[in-house]
């Protein structure tokens, strides 16, 4: 694709918001966490999380039904300037029942958490001071007590709890990768995937994509690039392609056998996001940045995929738009087999305006059912994972 040369700075521009935003990069103007007990850093009360479930009576018992994690942000109303909290639920997905847990500061580069009802604990990203890395704490929902519990990477763009022990997130590294990690809760010790794929650490690195982990089948879907090529000059300058690998990967971090598809694209294609249908099945989400003559300016174009991942047999083939009725999708995830989805995204019902809110799509009649948005108090639903223990 050939663009005119007085506009490749503001496509420049234009693809790295983008990819920030895929990330999931927010501007935070909360002040630090100024405390130098850096093991039990302060007291979150929590007494009052509005008409849902109080903090201090998590609905904890030894039959969890598997649920979503969500994060929202919300306003501090404390505060005279534009600073937000996270706001931590979970949504039942046997009984359809939303609970507010709990409301936590944001002070990180992004709005990483996961709600862990078996472990009476929310584990997020924050940062100790301004301009110093963010780290993952733990948040006892029981006493209302934060903690740091590692110090290794610079910010995590994702994360959810897989077992009691073991967090998976996308850390950005020191090496400056963003990779999926395991992090054993009990030793303090990360698992990088490039270590059990028997791969150098600095080899490949990924967009802003979010982990999408699907608790049916322990494993989630994952997109990667050669860190040399995501950062040559070719690539940069929007003349030469580079190779996308599409793959899955289990829990344990291993790309599956005959789960590994490959296609080349130019800067201005990025991959939304992937998110597992069946067992070798994705939804793929792309858009494009295209230069539209007909109004002289750049704009953006989504593209759908199913990607059916068999080896040198795999398929990847362009579809409909699975959720005609709402935009702008960032995030979805479907535990029937892609009948309906659990997404994020903007939608119209009866006049309104929902933006950047949590809902159910149901593919076959285009319904459309809300679970939480901006009426709820919010500025926006910032991501949600499925947990499953």
């Known amino acids: 694709m050939n663009f005119p040369t007085r506009n490749l700075t503001f496509v420049?521009?234009?693809?790295?918001?983008?990819?920030?935003?895929?990330?999931?990069?927010?501007?935070s103007n909360n002040p630090p966490v100024n405390n130098e007990n850096i093991g039990n850093i302060d007291r979150v009360d929590n007494q009052n999380t509005g008409d849902n479930q109080n903090a201090g009576d998590s609905p904890v018992d030894d039959d969890i039904n598997p649920y979503l994690s969500i994060v929202g942000r919300r306003l501090n109303p404390d505060s005279e300037e534009y600073v937000w909290d996270e706001v931590y639920y979970t949504y039942d997905l046997i009984t359809k029942e939303l609970n507010e847990i709990c409301v936590l500061p944001h002070f990180s580069g992004y709005t990483s958490g996961v709600v862990s009802l078996r472990e009476h604990a929310v584990y997020f990203s924050m940062r100790e001071y301004e301009n110093t890395n963010d780290r993952i704490c733990r948040y006892d929902i029981l006493s209302g007590e934060i903690g740091y519990i590692e110090n290794e990477n610079l910010s995590y763009n994702d994360m959810v709890i897989i077992d009691p022990n073991t967090l998976l997130v996308i850390a950005l590294?020191?090496?400056h990768t963003v990779t999926?990690?395991?992090?054993?809760?009990?030793s303090g010790q990360f698992t990088y995937m490039a270590s059990p794929n028997g791969e150098p650490i600095d080899l490949h690195t990924s967009g802003g994509q979010l982990l999408n982990y699907n608790y049916l089948f322990d494993s989630f879907s994952w997109v990667y690039f050669k860190l040399m090529d995501r950062y040559s000059d070719g690539y940069t300058s929007h003349e030469e392609a580079i190779d996308y690998n599409f793959t899955l990967v289990s829990s344990a971090e291993l790309k599956k056998v005959n789960a590994l598809f490959t296609t080349r694209y130019m800067a201005e294609r990025q991959v939304k996001f992937l998110t597992q249908i069946s067992k070798d099945v994705t939804l793929v989400k792309l858009y494009d940045t295209i230069f539209d003559e007909t109004i002289s300016s750049f704009i953006t174009q989504d593209i759908y995929y199913r990607l059916t991942l068999d080896g040198e047999k795999s398929t990847f083939v362009q579809i409909d738009n699975p959720f005609p009725s709402a935009s702008e999708i960032t995030q979805a995830l479907t535990f029937d087999g892609g009948k309906t989805y659990y997404c994020i995204g903007y939608y119209s019902a009866n006049d309104t305006q929902y933006s950047e809110c949590l809902f159910i799509y149901d593919c076959e009649t285009d319904e459309i059912t809300p679970i939480l948005s901006e009426y709820d108090g919010l500025l926006s639903v910032a991501n949600f994972r499925s947990v499953g223990l």
């Open 180 to 186: 999926p990690a395991l992090f054993d809760l009990d």
């Open 173 to 175: 590294t020191r090496e």
């Open 12 to 27: 420049l521009i234009l693809t790295i918001l983008m990819t920030l935003t895929a990330c999931g990069g927010e501007t």
